[in-house]
């Protein structure tokens, strides 16, 4: 077994390297894993001393400072290769890693995500607020690492482009680097966080910190771009586009087409064995992904599974993990709320509830945001009426903080129904919802409120039903990229022949 490098993940680290202060970040996975696979195969990276509350500090810097710990303290995990196990931003860590610093192929093997924060984490909103600044005062000394919470926050610029640049085929984890991944990520928060009044703490399909969807690599990614036309069209038709736009007409112009298209199972972007385990949090001593007591076995079995990936067995291993998953789901589906729960969650199989993430990014075609603008998710255009609104499927949305011309949207996709049939005609179980919406119009507009010289061409896209169960999946993000057409009036710069 080569050796394993642990990472942890935001704001979990100690100032001090004693066995008490790292059994306080991992519990007792290190020892675990020495009694299955021999004594010093575990080794410890420590990016702690705070580094990252420290409010001056970027990912950038911390995937930094862990390749020049490599180098200098560990050169033969980079001559002889090892295994890495993260958890929560650790995983942003050692991807950035990846693409920043690691050689090709990597030394890096077999990859396992414990609840990464993949697409980010509510919590990191909130850590940026004023409330989480003043606790940092009082607690800490000030710092929250805000930079880091940029890259945490939903719907992060700089976490889209880390994750986009893996879907060139060129930077291929598997192909290029030779490096297997994994995720791994429970989808039931600690009830004894449910007091909290924040939702992310208590969300159905997630963790308590992190979505299910936002851990899963497998993600789909659509770009729209403008068609030939609609980069040479005249300022009058512009401005009829946007009219009948403002209008809701739905007798509108095709001006925008996908350009890139990438969905998990390709050859650009293999599927990811991901994994649901049962009972199984973000955080906590019997709950927790890492530290927890009661979910170690399904969690210490599909770490086993992962470190022993190889590229021909690879295939086998997304089947073994879906099994998990499906084994996870059997069992939740006996699962009843304690009557002291009744307070906070009257149906504990919700919990499991599958959802989607889908994030629009909005810029223009020289790539620059777009902050004003307007999304709408309208019924396809002759939809059956009882089709159901994909805004019942919503259940919230969130502007990016730092770059608000980025939006997520949390959908849940399958809902418990306590009536109906299941398999064997068991009483109860999840039931699809994307299927019902039967396609929908995806719309996006903006203005431009310094001037009235510049206007963006609206985009109108039809989803049909097939599309929309192809690109919203349960437990998966989609990120939709959108470039809109800047045209500015012909009054912006005129030329006369005297």
């Not at 710990?69 to 001559?79: E, F, G, K, T, V």
């Not at 890693?97 to 077999?110: D, G, T």
Request: aromatic share 10%; net charge neutral; with cysteine.
């Amino acid at each position: 077994m080569k050796p394993i490098v642990l990472i942890h993940g935001y704001s979990a680290e100690s100032e001090e390297l004693t066995k008490p202060a790292i059994n306080a970040i991992y519990g007792d996975l290190p020892q675990a894993l020495r009694d299955k696979y021999a004594a010093d195969a575990v080794v410890e990276v420590d990016l702690s001393r705070y580094i990252s509350l420290d409010d001056g500090l970027t990912i950038d810097d911390v995937s930094r400072a862990l390749d020049r710990a490599l180098h200098s303290d560990h050169p033969h995990l980079l001559q002889g290769g090892f295994h890495a196990i993260v958890h929560s931003t650790g995983a942003l860590v050692l991807r950035n890693w990846l693409r920043r610093f690691s050689p090709r192929p990597s030394p890096l093997c077999n990859l396992v995500y414990l609840a990464g924060a993949n697409f980010g984490s509510g919590w990191a909103h909130i850590g940026k607020g004023q409330f989480a600044k003043w606790g940092s005062m009082i607690f800490r000394r000030g710092d929250r690492g805000v930079r880091i919470l940029h890259a945490l926050e939903l719907g992060s610029d700089w976490t889209i482009d880390l994750h986009r640049h893996f879907l060139d085929p060129a930077n291929s984890l598997p192909d290029k680097f030779e490096v297997l991944e994994h995720v791994v990520i429970g989808s039931q928060a600690d009830a004894a966080w449910f007091a909290a009044p924040i939702r992310y703490a208590k969300e159905d399909g997630a963790d308590g910190v992190v979505r299910v969807a936002a851990s899963n690599l497998n993600f789909n990614y659509i770009r729209f771009e403008p068609t030939e036309a609609a980069m040479n069209v005249a300022w009058q038709a512009a401005l009829d586009e946007r009219t009948r736009d403002l209008a809701r007409e739905h007798t509108r112009e095709q001006w925008y087409r996908f350009g890139e298209v990438h969905e998990p199972g390709g050859g650009d972007a293999p599927t990811i064995p991901f994994a649901i385990p049962f009972k199984c949090a973000h955080s906590g001593d019997k709950v927790g992904i890492v530290t927890g007591s009661n979910c170690r076995k399904d969690v210490l079995d599909l770490i086993d599974l992962a470190l022993g990936s190889t590229a021909d067995n690879w295939t086998t291993r997304v089947a073994l993990f879906d099994r998990h998953t499906v084994r996870t789901y059997d069992r939740a589906h006996t699962q009843k709320a304690p009557k002291w729960w009744s307070k906070w969650l009257t149906e504990p199989r919700a919990q499991y509830d599958k959802h989607a993430q889908v994030i629009v990014r909005v810029r223009d075609q020289d790539g620059r945001p777009v902050p004003n603008y307007d999304i709408f998710f309208d019924a396809a255009s002759g939809t059956r009426s009882d089709a159901l609104p994909i805004r019942e499927l919503m259940e919230t949305k969130h502007v990016n903080g730092l770059t608000p011309n980025i939006i997520t949207f949390y959908l849940r996709t399958d809902a418990f129904d306590g009536k109906a049939r299941g398999p064997g005609g068991r009483r109860g179980d999840w039931i699809p919802r994307v299927p019902a919406v039967r396609g929908c119009h995806f719309e996006v507009s903006a203005t431009e409120p310094e001037t009235g010289e510049i206007l963006y061409l609206p985009l109108r896209y039809k989803f049909t039903a097939k599309q929309l169960t192809q690109f919203i999946q349960p437990h998966r993000t989609t990120i939709l990229d959108v470039v809109l057409v800047r045209l500015p009036s012909p009054r912006v710069y005129r030329m006369v022949k005297l």
